[in-house]
């Protein structure tokens, strides 16, 4: 399956442009979902008769590996929770910048009232980080948040597998890559789930729980009562290409560009049919220029490839606009032109 960075979410960016498109996506979601309304995690119980040791019923420390968009978001999430978060890079540059960010988006919640000085130096006081994997050995969960490709997970995985204690659970956030393959790279299948957090991690509401085909449901109850804990709603999934969310949000979006190339409408009259007549806080094309067209394209290709059907095939004006350089907002380019 190619290595493809997905989209992740409606309101998804590219991960170079996820923090900057924070406050934009902020201002078109619901009050509900753009605060910060946590509630302390303290106890996460499994919920079948599997023997687990009580240590790991309460999740103090969640280790994350991968310090970039999708990690610091993670870790900011349990931060704010009142659950201990330690970050993982192999790149130290990521690490500072990735405490930087977590920094700067409380900021932004300080700024607008949505938290206090104390919440905030609260929430700081969660974030720890480290370059060895030794350290993680300590935590009560780990979720894997490195760089989408299948070898570089697998590799992360067999060395998690082989220094946590049986019991631990591990996740993978990974947008595109078979659950149940990365499960199988562990000796603890039932013990590994897909916790498919949505971008920005801090604002969106979501997280897909993905079963592999090994999957336990105490497994299942712990990651369910996790994202819980962080604030968001867990919704469960079997494993199949690009999960559920982006399996329908995606053709949506290619089936757009379809009717901008058939001439059907503008690209302002489709994204405005959509946002007034299906009341989506945004059109799908402005959403695409979003995410970005190449990511499009490689989600696209997920499911033309995973089903093997050709209801998937990405749009010719797709590939035309990727071709050309045209990436959405990242390049200035898009549907829709960019300052
Ligand atoms: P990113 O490029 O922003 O961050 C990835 C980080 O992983 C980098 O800091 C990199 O240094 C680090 N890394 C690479 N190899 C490593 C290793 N061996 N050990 C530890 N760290 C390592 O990527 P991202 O956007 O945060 O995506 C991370 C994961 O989340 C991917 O699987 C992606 O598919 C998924 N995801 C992304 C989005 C999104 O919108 N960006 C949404 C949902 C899911």
Request: hydrophobic share 45%; glycine share 8%.
């Amino acid at each position: 399956m190619p290595s493809v960075r997905c989209c992740g979410c409606g309101m998804a960016a590219e991960a170079a442009s996820g923090v900057a498109d924070e406050e934009d996506i902020e201002s078109i979601l619901p009050d509900a979902v753009a605060g910060t309304a946590v509630t302390p995690l303290r106890k996460i119980a499994f919920s079948s008769t599997e023997k687990v040791t009580e240590t790991h019923m309460t999740i103090k420390t969640v280790g994350i590996i991968g310090a970039g968009t999708m990690g610091n978001g993670i870790a900011q999430a349990c931060a704010v929770a009142g659950i201990d978060a330690l970050m993982l890079d192999v790149n130290p540059v990521a690490l500072d910048k990735g405490v930087a960010t977590i920094s700067g988006s409380l900021d932004r919640l300080l700024k607008k009232e949505k938290i206090t000085a104390e919440q905030k130096a609260a929430a700081m006081s969660h974030i720890k980080t480290t370059s060895t994997m030794a350290d993680l050995a300590k935590c009560d969960y780990v979720i894997e948040a490195a760089t989408e490709n299948e070898g570089l997970k697998i590799k992360i995985l067999k060395d998690l597998d082989a220094l946590l204690p049986a019991s631990t659970i591990i996740a993978t956030n990974t947008s595109s890559i078979s659950i149940t393959q990365l499960a199988a790279a562990t000796k603890r299948p039932d013990r590994f789930i897909g916790m498919h957090f949505f971008n920005p991690v801090p604002m969106m509401a979501l997280v897909e729980l993905i079963r592999g085909l090994a999957t336990s449901d105490a497994t299942l109850a712990t990651a369910q009562e996790l994202a819980k804990a962080l604030g968001k709603t867990p919704i469960t999934v079997k494993n199949s290409p690009g999960f559920v969310v982006n399996r329908i949000l995606c053709p949506m979006i290619n089936e757009a560009i379809f009717c901008l190339q058939e001439g059907l409408a503008t690209a302002e009259d489709i994204d405005n049919g959509m946002k007034l007549g299906t009341n989506q806080p945004i059109g799908p094309l402005a959403l695409a220029d979003m995410i970005g067209l190449d990511v499009m394209i490689a989600v696209m290709n997920v499911f033309y490839e995973g089903f093997n059907d050709p209801k998937y095939r990405p749009a010719p004006l797709l590939k035309e606009m990727v071709a050309a350089g045209y990436l959405g907002r990242k390049t200035g380019r898009g549907f829709y032109t960019y300052a």
